[in-house]
């Protein structure tokens, strides 16, 4: 399958990556050292656990919201569609409702973190397995229930922050939002063998991306199996989306930035480019980010608040241009 003659005359794909790695090789660089004083053993050991944590859930936003978007062949949409940020608010909600700020935040956070995995994965395999058909019937109708359940559960998520404690409420406000600075270093271990287990799985079905990008008529001529293919993708999405979310809280647009940026920079439609540009430049946005926060801003704001800007004012521009044409 070849590109767009248009798109290959404005450059080379590796070029762009080759310029994306060396900026995404100085922010490492750059939020390793800056600032960096007294014993290199406590520097590595500590800013290198924030490191691993933005890198794992940089990985796993990028490529989750560029498959999502190969499935569904809509380059607007991230899997946050599907109600999993909805979702982790409510099981938020429910468990400082029911047992105390102080009870939820003396679990272990590896209990915690198996907990807010096994409950978003499980409650995206039952949509899976009753409302999945193989076809764009039931692919839009599963887009559509996901929507549906999203605002039943931010409803139900709602009432009970009404009428909780206002004391409870302030400290559930807190692990309502995602933050890119409190990850728990015990996570990354089981957080990064998850992940490789994932792209394991989504290595075997990589000769079939491109295919699927292309349509389903398209695909179904071409032998691709799409119903069996697009379950995969949905798996696969679902747990990096859950893995992302568990570790830092609910991101809505920054897939969306990211995934688009790669596709805008990268003068390639094939995923073995876009892919690592949008990994690339997530690392670019969350390790740089943090490193203009933590060093120049002194914590003034949090990252999650200026990507989650960044990113809706991308959405916005893009539904106008989309519009205008």
């Given amino acids: 399958m070849s590109d767009n003659p248009a798109r290959r005359s404005a450059g080379s794909p590796f070029a762009a990556l080759a310029v ?3 900026l995404a090789l100085i922010a490492i660089l750059a939020f390793m050292m800056i600032g960096a004083r007294g ?35 809509n380059r607007i949409l991230t899997p946050s569609i599907m109600g999993f940020d909805a979702l982790y608010v409510l ?21 915690m973190f198996a907990v807010e995995i096994v409950v978003m994965v499980f409650f995206s395999l039952i949509l899976y397995r009753f409302l999945f058909s193989g076809s764009v019937r039931g692919l839009h109708l599963l887009m559509l229930i ?16 009404r009428v909780i404690d ?10 309502l939002f995602a933050s890119f600075n409190t990850v728990d270093a015990s996570l990354l271990g089981v957080s990064g063998l998850l992940i490789g287990c994932v792209c394991i799985a989504a ?3 990589f000769h079939v991306l491109d295919v699927m990008s292309l349509g ?27 893995i992302s979310t568990a570790l830092v809280g609910p ?8 995934a688009n940026l790669a596709y805008l920079i990268v003068p390639s439609s094939r995923h073995r480019h876009v892919l690592p540009a949008a990994v690339l430049i997530s690392v670019i946005c969350l390790v740089g980010g943090q490193t203009v926060l933590e060093r120049l801003l002194a914590f003034d704001t949090a990252l999650s608040i200026v990507i989650e800007f960044a990113g809706g004012l991308f959405f916005i521009l893009f539904i106008l241009r989309g519009a205008a044409r």
């Fill in 20 to 22: 994306l790695s060396c």
């Fill in 166 to 175: 206002p004391n409870e409420f302030v400290v559930l406000q807190d692990r």
């Fill in 216 to 242: 389903r008529e398209t695909a179904i001529m071409l032998g691709v199996d799409h119903g069996r293919m697009t379950l995969a993708i949905l798996v696969i999405v679902t747990i990096l989306v859950s």
């Fill in 91 to 111: 099981l938020q909600t429910v468990m400082v409702f029911t047992l105390g700020s102080a009870a939820v935040s003396a679990i272990d956070p590896r209990l």
């Fill in 251 to 258: 991101v809505t647009f920054f897939g969306l930035l990211v």
């Fill in 146 to 161: 996901g929507i549906i359940f999203g605002v039943l559960f931010r409803s139900l998520a709602g009432f009970l922050q």
């Fill in 203 to 205: 290595w075997r079905i």
């Fill in 39 to 73: 014993s290199w053993s406590f520097i590595i050991s500590f800013r290198g656990a924030k490191l691993a944590a933005l890198v794992l859930v940089a990985f796993a936003i990028a490529v989750s919201t560029v498959l999502f978007q190969t499935v569904t062949n």
